[in-house]
């Protein structure tokens, strides 16, 4: 049956004193209100049901997602969409459930689409940031890999994920997925995911800079071998 846009929202607002005497209980006791808090967490409450599956009321669905992230300003196929995951601590990839969104977006302060907003823009200017960057990609490695009892991230996902995050700053780095996607190996390690980074910061584009003695992990070891053996054909 088709559910109409009219009661999806009335089935949200009939359930905020619900939820007001939810969060009361499980922030404050109960007693002792944190009347802000409360109310953003109401709000943020009401955007999520906005992009809610209509089925699914917990999580939101692919063009939910879609929406959400267009209209805060962030590129839903970019890495602004990865930041705002980042900063809500989302667990698993491509999904925006309900109660991860209230707590997170409360947390920071959003009490509406405008406080949001905001947010989406502090992340974006955090990613510009050397050392915030380098948090989240770190981060990042365990969000793509979901399950705490995996050590590594398939291959492919790690190759269709690098060029999202660096965009076109580095050089080397089109040739290493290259390299990567044509190669034996299935998996990329977490040593392997956080040294890429340091070794992309470093080297120079010829690789002139690069030591043997240096402790890179293996997989970059043979990345250069290559490189240099395809340069000398």
């Given at each position: 049956?088709?559910?109409?846009?009219?009661s999806?929202?009335?089935?949200?607002?009939?359930?905020?004193?619900?939820?007001?005497?939810?969060?009361?209980r499980?922030?404050?006791?109960?007693?002792?209100?944190?009347?802000?808090?409360?109310?953003?967490?109401?709000?943020?409450?009401?955007?999520?049901?906005?992009?809610?599956?209509?089925?699914?009321?917990?999580?939101?669905?692919?063009?939910?997602?879609?929406?959400?992230?267009?209209?805060?300003?962030?590129?839903?196929?970019?890495?602004?969409?990865?930041?705002?995951?980042?900063?809500?601590?989302?667990?698993?990839?491509?999904?925006?459930?309900?109660?991860?969104?209230?707590?997170?977006?409360?947390?920071?302060?959003?009490?509406?689409?405008?406080?949001?907003r905001?947010?989406?823009?502090?992340?974006?200017?955090?990613?510009?940031?050397?050392?915030?960057?380098?948090?989240?990609?770190?981060?990042?490695?365990?969000?793509?890999?979901?399950?705490?009892?995996?050590?590594?991230?398939?291959?492919?996902?790690?190759?269709?994920?690098?060029?999202?995050?660096?965009?076109?700053?580095?050089?080397?780095?089109?040739?290493?997925?290259?390299?990567?996607?044509?190669?034996?190996?299935?998996?990329?390690?977490?040593?392997?995911?956080?040294?890429?980074?340091?070794?992309?910061?470093?080297?120079?584009?010829?690789?002139?800079?690069?030591?043997?003695?240096?402790?890179?992990?293996?997989?970059?070891?043979?990345?250069?071998?290559?490189?240099?053996?395809?340069?000398?054909?």
């Amino acid at each position: 049956a088709v559910v109409s846009t009219q009661s999806t929202w009335e089935a949200v607002v009939s359930t905020q004193s619900t939820w007001k005497q939810w969060y009361q209980r499980r922030v404050h006791g109960s007693s002792g209100i944190n009347a802000e808090y409360m109310e953003a967490v109401v709000s943020t409450q009401s955007v999520h049901g906005k992009y809610a599956d209509r089925e699914e009321k917990d999580s939101m669905d692919a063009e939910g997602m879609m929406q959400f992230f267009s209209d805060v300003g962030a590129n839903p196929e970019g890495i602004e969409a990865l930041g705002v995951a980042w900063i809500l601590g989302l667990q698993e990839m491509g999904d925006i459930d309900r109660q991860p969104f209230i707590d997170g977006f409360s947390k920071l302060g959003c009490s509406g689409m405008s406080d949001i907003r905001k947010q989406v823009d502090k992340v974006k200017s955090q990613l510009k940031d050397q050392g915030s960057f380098k948090k989240f990609y770190r981060w990042l490695f365990t969000h793509l890999k979901g399950d705490d009892k995996k050590k590594a991230i398939p291959a492919d996902l790690a190759t269709q994920i690098w060029p999202i995050v660096f965009g076109d700053r580095y050089p080397l780095l089109g040739r290493f997925c290259d390299f990567l996607d044509n190669s034996e190996t299935d998996y990329v390690t977490k040593d392997v995911w956080e040294q890429l980074l340091d070794f992309l910061r470093e080297m120079k584009s010829d690789l002139s800079n690069f030591e043997e003695m240096a402790a890179w992990p293996v997989l970059v070891d043979e990345f250069v071998e290559a490189v240099s053996k395809e340069e000398k054909t």
